[in-house]
């Protein structure tokens, strides 16, 4: 619904990247100088012990660990690793395997598909450079970072060759979406560690960071982070594509989208698109419109104290980005939730109602020094910001500007009919 800031928009952008890298080397088994900048500057708040040092640690030898390295022929049974240096060579091979395993699964299933799939090759696209394959387990550092980094729209994947018709996932047979959700996990718990990554102490200083305030998909429910004694409370983080279906993408920050546990548990692993926030909004091409029930206008002018029984709220569409916006309401049940509002915009008709044109300017030019235009005015008396680009730093930010729109035409009618009555 609401228009989000990427990382790259951010004024301590870089700042901002350090700590994301940091936190992705300690989640990843790639070799840190694959995840690293040779100029990398550590963020100020770390302090680099041997652990958290360029070289980040190796993974802990559990039993479980030992066996998925035997597993994956990384070692054999019996072998005693002796250095650090050895442990992160296995653990950059283990995941070469792994994901090479994963390739040669989903390549089984696209060979069985009536659908072609086969510009789709994560393996190639981490482990080959030039057409040649990498050895030691190194991935291509370049291909590593945009996929940490690309967009989540349908053009940006289909571009790198990572993007899984939809229509495949929907007509795999129960026994190889089981097998397939194994396998996914297998990648989500063992390379693309999504669980260690939002587990790192960071991650709250991280989704700060973004200055998301307010749940970009509903735009209901702040998505504040606070930090107090050791306890914090901050949004989720939603997936924008699958974490299960793209488990490679689970650590990528452009599809690490902050919301509230409302619509991340509703939107879910659906596999309709809805808005992309960081690219997309409804803006006015999808509008709240606020109508009589029984049709008498006249409900729009406030002259009655309590309306919330008599008024819905309606979205009003155009055509662009259509299917997404359509998805959006429909999954996130928008209308549905927006119509237990009606309260609130029978307070903005009231509002309007006595906040007339002539009072607003009178509070103007009684309070220069507070106010430098009429919708600073606006604002103050709506409790909201009325411009596009501030409506996700309040709850309901957009329905207060859209209704308020809406009825300064509707008196806008009023006025010019009243005025051609005159005349007459």
Known sequence: MIKIKPYTELTNKDEFFNLYLYMVAKAVPFYPEDVFDDDYVFPSHIIQTEDDSYKISPRNRTKEYQQLLIGNNVISLGTKEKTNDEKQKNDALLAHNMIYN????????????????????????????????????????????????????????????????????????????KDLKKKSKNLLYHVFRYE???QNKNISRLVEMLGVKVCPYCNRLFTTTVSKSGKTVRPQLDHYRDKSDYPFLALSIMNLVPSCGVCNLIKSNKKDEVLYPYEEEMGDNCTFHVKPKNGDLSLLIGVQPDNKDKIELKFKKGDENKERINNSIDIFKLEELYNTHTDIVSDLLLNRYICTDEMIDDILQNFPKLFQSRQEVKEILLMSKLDKERLGERPLGKLIHDISSQLDKEYAKIKLIGLLNKKE
């Open 102 to 177: 994963f390739q040669n699964y989903l390549d089984s299933l696209f060979s069985a598909s009536s659908v072609n799939y086969t510009s789709f090759d994560i393996y190639s696209f981490l482990y080959k450079e030039n057409g040649r394959e990498l050895t030691g387990g190194h991935v291509n550092k370049g291909n590593l970072r945009t996929l940490l980094t690309t967009h989540m729209n349908k053009t940006a994947l289909s571009e790198l060759k990572l993007l899984i018709n939809d229509d495949f996932f929907v007509n795999l047979k129960e026994d190889q979406k």
């Open 196 to 198: 260690a990554f939002s």
